[in-house]
């Protein structure tokens, strides 16, 4: 079946300009992660939703970085007036079940975010 | 808060070898424990987890055990093949706390 999707894979934006980028999770899986990995780190988490409630917001890094997720499906994440430090990978990932710590998360390719 | 640590810098093998990459963890309660592998060009994807102390996850021959008293979760291949280079992350969740904590990777490099 169809795994987690996102779009656009490679991005490059020039420094205040606001992006877009988009996760199609699994269908039917209730949780949604949002992750920013840096080069050579680990990924770190941004942001979890729990079908259209996003019930985490506490690794956004500013008041610049927004997550939705209206209908509990599709969610986007958008980083406004980008700055050279939101150069990263963003990974969405995406889960059945609503609680259990040992859910499995299954992970996007990631889009690639390059601001010059 | 809650943290996983790696060994530093990549790991270089020949085709074979046995395989051991270390991971130790800070948590305030009783973490899940995971192995991520990420593939060249392909997304993050779970290769093991355990759920509580003395649990061995197991998969594709690698094995990991749940070690409380070394807060520890050490990865472990005993004949590495080519086809196992890819990067490796350590990762845990806390109860009640559905986010991931991953470690900063190991680069896995196996040559024939």
């Known amino acids: 079946g169809a795994g987690v999707s996102q779009s656009p894979r490679y991005k490059v934006a020039k420094r205040g300009q606001d992006v877009a980028l988009r996760c199609d999770p699994i269908?039917?899986?209730?949780?949604l992660f949002w992750y920013q990995q840096a080069l050579g780190q680990g990924p770190e988490f941004l942001t979890y939703?729990?079908?259209?409630?996003?019930?985490?917001k506490s690794g956004l890094p500013s008041d610049r970085f927004f997550a939705e997720r209206p209908e509990g499906s599709v969610s986007t994440l958008k980083i406004q007036r980008t700055q050279q430090e939101d150069s990263a990978v963003y990974l969405c990932?995406?889960?059945?079940?609503?609680?259990?710590?040992?859910?499995?998360?299954?992970f996007g390719p990631g889009t690639r975010l390059t601001v010059l | 808060g809650d943290s996983v640590t790696q060994m530093e810098g990549p790991v270089t093998l020949s085709e074979e070898a046995f395989l051991t990459i270390n991971c130790t963890y800070t948590a305030t309660g009783y973490p899940s424990l995971f192995w991520y592998v990420q593939y060249p060009g392909e997304g993050l994807q779970l290769l093991l987890k355990?759920?509580?102390?003395?649990d061995k996850g197991s998969n594709k021959g690698f094995e990991a055990t749940y070690r409380k008293e070394t807060t520890s979760f050490h990865l472990e291949k005993g004949s590495v093949q080519v086809s196992d280079s890819a990067v490796y992350f350590c990762a845990l969740s806390e109860k009640g706390n559905n986010r991931l904590a991953f470690g900063k990777g190991n680069q896995v490099v196996v040559i024939p």
């Open positions: 355990a759920t509580k102390a003395d």
């Open positions: 269908s039917g899986h209730v949780s």
């Open positions: 939703f729990q079908n259209e409630a996003q019930l985490d």
């Open positions: 990932a995406s889960s059945l079940l609503t609680s259990g710590r040992a859910d499995t998360q299954y």
